[in-house]
Structures are given as structure tokens and as C-alpha cells.
């Protein structure tokens, strides 16, 4: 009799522990009903990155500070010379290659694609209630860029669970920039969108981007008039109109002085090209899985040979992985958005690519194809049209190509839900834009509001206009 009450008692008391503790957990994530859902932002390449040290302090090894570039490039100076003068540029190319290594050392990745040091990213925004309440605020989350977007996306999945919870919303608004797109991307993938109002994607990489892929194959070229056009299409973008800056560049254009600097970085590609990707370009960032993912499917198979080496086994696997997820995003996507989740993809272009890829004037942002961050829309070469006679390529009933004839949205992945901005670059943000995306209740289409149709004008630096 005993020993039943004692375990009836135990029952109880189990009760008792597991309804309080669901209580707790009931009142830490009761509902917010304000209306407004929490906006993460997934930022791109470039975060800060730590040296994490055994006494727990920390050391920012990336960027790199200015003395630290300053310094290196010193080093560089009394070699300079035999790269203009000398018989062959071989001296230079190995000093520059062990400056290289010796700046990057800190972030290098293991054949895996495993950080060779300790490193750690900056810190994600601490999760407080109050901060969904004010104006354009952002749970800013914090990865290392270099590794496995797939595993980072499980620390985003971790840290939108963190934002759920502790601000009372079912669901989060999930920000992406950049890289941050190849993230977002590998988390949908994984997770879905069951956990997303809606996602919004400025100048994404989900689908990679050519320059990277012709630096891995080491199809690089740097021409002169390509230069040209980058530096002309992309500083006003970015700094505004400038006499001063738009006079050198032309200067150094008619003088002939860009065409021989040209002429002397080719002369060191064609000769050193491949000593500088095996011991530098390689084994630094060819090694880092969030690089590699940058890769556009057409050029993966031949990034895939250069990494054929049997120790990059499984480097190549986890690369696969996202480019697997890569090949199958509208699949994936559209998906997410037929189970709920709202979807808004921004892209900019009119600007030429870096000049690494010999003369090519296809529409980009000054670093990603515009094609690709799109999700797919068809695009006149930079400053042409499709031509008076361009019947749109997809007929859904809407008119989906540019008033200037620019480009043609129909062939993208969502055409009703992608604005593309003509005169911005990369690093140029349309603000007020972006903002009536995020907070517009429900999913906006690029018919919804006439300030905000599917192609616009940048100007300003973070303002837009309708195109006409």
C-alpha cells in the first residue's frame, strides 16, 4: 500500500514539474499580436571574422585593418618594377602569391572546407521583444561566410526559432542580401517555409554569379574597354556623379595608360595564372564552401575537374549539396510558396561586370548577373535593347517587359513578384522600396502599387522611381 501511494505521489509530482514547466514556457513565448512580424536579415559576404584565442578573448582577422594592408603592400613595392620591365613576371607573381598567403592565412579552409583556425563570426542581435516594435529593425544573424550554407542555414534555423520564441510570432519575415540569398536558399531547401511570412531578396546569388566561375576555370581576361565601362557604369552608382573621378577614368582610357595596364595584368595571368590559383587562389578560397557555391551551373562541372583531387572528397560533397538545391530552386521556392510564404525578389542592374571576364556587356549590378539574382529574366546587353520587334517571351496575359526595352521579366522564376532597378550596383540600396515589400501585408505583386512597378530607376543612392 505503501509503496503505490509513494508511486502514485511520483506520478503526481512528475505532473506537477511537466505542467509547470510547460507553463513557463507558455508565458516566455506567449503571442505578439501586434501585427508586425520580426524581420531577420541574412547580410552578404564580408562579415567580420574573429580569431577566437584560448583565454577566450578575441582578435578581427577579417577585414583586414589598414596597417595590415598597407604593410603588405610595401613589401610589394620593390618587386613592382619586374612586373612592367622584367623578362618575365615570374618573381612578381610568387611575392604577390606569398603576400596573399601570408594576409589570408588566418581565414584558410582545410581540404574539407573546414576553417583551419579557430574562427568565430560577429554576434547575432540579441532577441529582446521591445526591438520588432521599432521602425525598419533587424534581427541581424551572424555567420561565417566561408563555410557550408547548408550548415549555416541550421544556425539560421536555430536563431529564427530564438526570434520566434522571444518575441511572440508564428512566423518571421526572413531579409536576405547578397550571399545572404545563397543561405536563405540552402534554408529553404532544408527547412521549407513553414516558419516564414514572407521572404524578401535583394541582389541575391542564389544562382551564383559568372565572375567567380571564370576566375575558378581561369577563363580571366581583363580588357580594357570592359574596364572602362565597369568604372564608368559603376562609380556614379556608388559614389555619384563625380567630375573629378569620371575625368581620370577617362584619362586614363585615351591616354592609353588603362590599355597598358591591362596588357601587364594579362601578361601576368597568361604566364602565372596557374601557380597563382594552385598555391593561392586554390587552397584559400577555393577551399571555402560558401566561394565555391558561388559557382553558376554552367560553370560548375569545370570548378567540379579543378577540384577532382581525391582529398577534396569531401569538400566536393557538401559543395554538391547546395548546388543540388542550386539546380532545383524554383522547385523549391515555389513550393514554399504554395504552402504560404510570401515572396519578393529585388535585382539592380545596368552596370557592367568586373572586368574579369574579357569584353561580355551582360547586365549586371557591378558584381552579380542580374539574370541570375532575378531568377532568371531576360536582359539586352548593358545600354541596348531587345529590339523594336521583341515579343515577350512568356505571354501570362501581363506585359512583363521595361519601358525602355531593357529587359523581360516573364522569364524569371516569379514575374509577378520581381522588381528589378535599372543605374544601381551592388552596394546601392532602393530603401523605400524594400521597406513597403517587407511591411506590406500579404504578398505584393508588381501591380499592386503604382509607386513600385516591376521596373524601376534608381537614383539618390537609395531612391527610386517608377520606369517610363
Known sequence: MK????QTLCVLLALVIAFSASAVCFAADSGCDCGTAPVVFVDGIGGSLYLEKEDGSREQVFPPDTDTI??????LLPVLPLLFFGPTTGVFERSLTKLACELFETIRCDENGDSVYNIKPGSSNAVKKENHYKEDYRYYFAYDWRLDPLENAKKLDSYIDQV?????HDKVVLESYSEGGEVCLAYVGQFGGAKIEKYVTLCSAFQGLTVVGSIFTGKVNVDPNQTYYFLTSFLPTLMGENKALDGAVKFAKYSGLLSGLCFVINRLIRNDFDNFYNDFALPYFGQMPGIDDFVTQEDYAAVRERLSDPKHKNLLERVDRYHEIQANAKQ???EAVEGGMNICIVSNYGCYAMPF????????DA???S???SGGATMAPVGKTLGPNYVQRIADG????????????????FPEYTWLVEGFCHWNRPDELMNWLIRYNGQPTVFTDERYPQFLIGHDQNMTAPMK
Open 164 to 168: 520566434r520564441s522571444g518575441t511572440g
Open 70 to 75: 598597407v604593410k603588405a603592400v610595401v613589401k
Open 398 to 413: 501581363h506585359n512583363h517587359v521595361a519601358p525602355d526595352g531593357s529587359a523581360d521579366a516573364s522569364t524569371c522564376l
Open 332 to 334: 523549391i521556392l515555389s
Open 3 to 6: 509503496a503505490r501511494m509513494k
Open 357 to 364: 571576364v574579357g569584353y561580355n556587356p551582360y547586365q549586371s
Open 367 to 369: 558584381l552579380i548577373d
Open 371 to 373: 539574370a541570375k539574382s
